[in-house]
């Protein structure tokens, strides 16, 4: 029973963590309908970010974690100015190329840089070593991690649902349609919006670059396992991008204690069955599977 608890702790940690890195892609699908695949990219270049405003100004995370999402931010809106806006009234198919391109192109840009090799990185004191909890040991990053991104996806549920602008960017990515037709301006919202969800994978960097390698490549595959959790939670679903970071977390967790060789594919197995039970995903829209 120790273990089964000690693994469910596990899995709600990192499921936060995913959860947050989701929230983001989530918002940016709802409201612009893009498949974000550089998404992966904009996660790494938080981390990286994080390292190198240590070692050239000596910012520690705590700064990072309000510098590296503002930084994101105006990189998000650049990009959207810039190339994203363009094709939005073209097939979704042609943003996701798109994004896949500068996926590659920042890749490669960071690795022509920084090399291939990680870039280094420790954590505060405060927030290095272990902590017990009733039984159920974890490192005391690993906490810290759960219990930032619960915050920050409780302070991002508050914005979308206790105030006026968090109900129109709200209404614009779960109704569209609707919200245009009460005289919404849902393309206002696109700009912002956009480096919104870039700054969420932004600060999702910084909270990896203690725990995970901080190379050109540290987005790749966990952008697929972002989109696992997005079509989990539904398409374009703040709330199913949360839900569903939160049990591919646990799936994870139990897959790497039960069956380590298969945890990773446990995640698609997951996913293939809630496509076939319900192809919108857990809270999405019927019409977003179509």
């Known amino acids: 029973m120790n273990a089964v608890l000690q693994y469910a702790v596990q899995g709600l940690a990192a499921g936060s963590f995913y959860a947050l890195a989701a929230l983001g892609l989530a918002v940016i699908f709802g409201v612009l309908g893009v498949v974000n695949f550089a998404h992966g990219a904009f996660y790494m270049l938080g981390a990286v970010a994080t390292a190198v405003l240590l070692d050239t100004l000596g910012l520690t995370l705590w ?22 806006r363009w094709l939005l009234r073209l097939d979704p198919l042609y943003n996701f190329l798109l994004t896949f391109g500068l996926t ?10 920084y090399g291939v090799s990680g870039l ?7 927030l290095q070593g272990r902590v ?6 974890l490192p005391r990053y690993q906490l810290f991690v759960f219990l930032f991104s619960v915050t920050i996806c409780v302070l991002v549920w508050l914005l979308m649902t206790r105030t006026r602008i968090g109900m129109i960017v709200r209404a614009s990515t779960e109704k569209p349609e609707l ?5 919404i301006n849902v393309g206002r919202w696109v700009t912002p919006v956009f480096g919104f969800g870039v700054a ?19 987005g790749n595959n966990f952008v697929i396992i972002l989109f696992a959790v997005v079509v989990i939670g539904g398409l374009g679903s703040i709330v199913g ?4 970071g939160f049990l591919v977390g646990l799936v994870e967790a139990f897959g790497q204690a039960y069956a380590p060789t298969f945890a990773q594919i446990l995640i698609f197995v997951l996913m293939a069955l809630i496509i076939l039970v319900r192809p919108a995903g857990l809270f999405g829209r019927e019409e977003a599977a179509t």
Do not use: C, H, N
């Not at 990072?64 to 959207?80: C, D, K, T």
């Not at 590659?104 to 840089?113: H, I, S, T, W």
């Not at 017990?132 to 040991?137: H, I, M, P, S």
């Not at 991008?241 to 569903?244: G, I, L, S």
């Open 132 to 137: 017990d909890l009733a039984g159920v040991v």
């Open 120 to 126: 280094p990185y420790q954590p505060p004191a405060i």
């Open 63 to 84: 700064w990072s974690l309000l510098v590296v999402p503002a930084l994101m931010f105006v990189f998000g809106v650049v990009v959207e100015r810039l190339l994203v």
């Open 104 to 113: 590659l192109v920042l890749v490669e840009l960071v690795k022509q840089k």
């Open 200 to 218: 969420l994978a932004g600060l999702a960097g910084v909270l990896a670059a203690p725990f995970r390698a901080i190379t050109a490549d540290m």
């Open 179 to 183: 919200a245009r037709a009460l005289g």
């Open 241 to 244: 991008a949360v839900a569903a």
